[in-house]
């Protein structure tokens, strides 16, 4: 059973089952997902978005198509504003 956050995967189905509410996370079956971005899914999911894990490649590729548009996700660990602005630069390249 995967985790995410403090809540599992069984008891976040049940929630969404129980409260009636719509929410779909599409994993490729090959795809390896790094914990941040299950939590990102998580979240927008729960906020109502279809949320689809895109295949890996070798090349830079987005991680997630949502509602039909491809994002790359980032969860920067870095309190600095220069450094962020940093990852966002080398991220739009």
């Given amino acids: 059973m995967k985790s995410f956050s403090n809540l599992t995967f069984d008891v976040f189905v049940k929630?969404?089952?129980?409260?009636?509410?719509?929410?779909?996370?599409?994993i490729a079956s090959e795809r390896n997902i790094w914990l941040h971005e299950l939590r990102s899914a998580k979240i927008l999911a729960l906020a109502g978005y279809c949320v689809e894990?895109?295949?890996?490649?070798?090349?830079?590729?987005?991680?997630?198509?949502?509602?039909?548009?491809?994002?790359?996700?980032?969860?920067?660990?870095?309190?600095?504003?220069?450094?962020?602005e940093q990852i966002i630069r080398t991220t739009l390249r």
């Fill in 53 to 84: 894990f895109l295949s890996e490649t070798s090349l830079r590729s987005p991680d997630i198509r949502l509602d039909g548009v491809e994002y790359e996700i980032k969860s920067p660990e870095i309190g600095k504003i220069s450094s962020l």
């Fill in 15 to 26: 929630y969404m089952l129980k409260n009636n509410k719509k929410w779909s996370i599409y």
